[in-house]
């Protein structure tokens, strides 16, 4: 039997989640450092932005919400959406990525994105991640990225382009959240030996993480092109 190691430590026991806080030393030094250029280039920075992103940051990695992340598929699930629908736009609004010319197609980065998310949720990559703290900084970076210059590249472009690659991005989180909702089988060996303690089945959690990304994460893009839609009808309205 494979015997994980996560970054994010042991998955831990019901009763002692919340005492699981992830004090790497690595991690600390590198939001200290992440705070102390925020303050000596905070003329340049959108200040509120880059300052929630720290805190984001830190309570997906140092808090016990990390920790969990490695009992449930669920709580990992969640921590991957909150890197592409709001890690990755306060670090747009922050570094203001939308006002620099960045190459590539907005439709060539909403593939590259969905693609990325895509891969990282394979098995067998999942697993990687799970076991390598090399790959689970590179699967955080990659999804983080990909979906920061996304933003960005939205941002920018007019209203139907924008539109479409926003529901493109649905239709393709929401394929990833129908199939494991509707999998027969528990495809993540990290969590097969972690979740009964928690009163599922693998799964089960597995179906609970799929029915989040089909539903609330898809809502997300929804409502983003719809308020884009609703923007550029408004604009059009005489004076």
Do not use: K
């Amino acid at each position: 039997m494979h015997h994980w190691t996560p970054y994010c430590g042991e998955a831990p026991l019901p009763g002692e989640w919340a005492t699981h806080w992830n004090f790497a030393p690595e991690l600390l030094i590198g939001l200290l450092l992440l705070s102390v250029a925020t303050y000596l280039y905070r003329q340049r920075l959108r200040i509120i932005p880059a300052t929630s992103a720290i805190a984001l940051i830190a309570f997906i990695f140092v808090s016990p919400f990390c920790a969990l992340g490695s009992a449930l598929f669920t709580v990992r699930i969640v921590h991957d959406i909150l890197l592409a629908v709001l890690l990755a736009p306060l670090l747009v609004a922050a570094l203001r990525l939308d006002q620099m010319n960045i190459p590539g197609s907005l439709t060539i980065w909403t593939i590259v994105h969905a693609i990325t998310f895509w891969l990282w949720h394979a098995p067998a990559l999942y697993a990687l991640a799970m076991s390598s703290d090399l790959a689970f900084w590179a699967m955080q970076v990659s999804i983080t990225a990909t979906a920061a210059i996304w933003w960005a590249r939205i941002i920018r472009a007019p209203a139907p382009g924008a539109t479409t690659a926003l529901l493109a991005t649905m239709v393709a989180m929401g394929a990833l959240g129908a199939l494991l909702t509707f999998s027969g089988t528990a495809l993540y060996a990290p969590h097969w030996m972690t979740t009964q303690i928690w009163g599922m089945t693998p799964l089960e959690d597995q179906q609970i993480a799929g029915i989040i990304m089909w539903a609330p994460a898809s809502l997300i893009y929804l409502l983003a092109a719809m308020a884009i839609l609703y923007r550029s009808l408004d604009q059009r309205q005489p004076a």
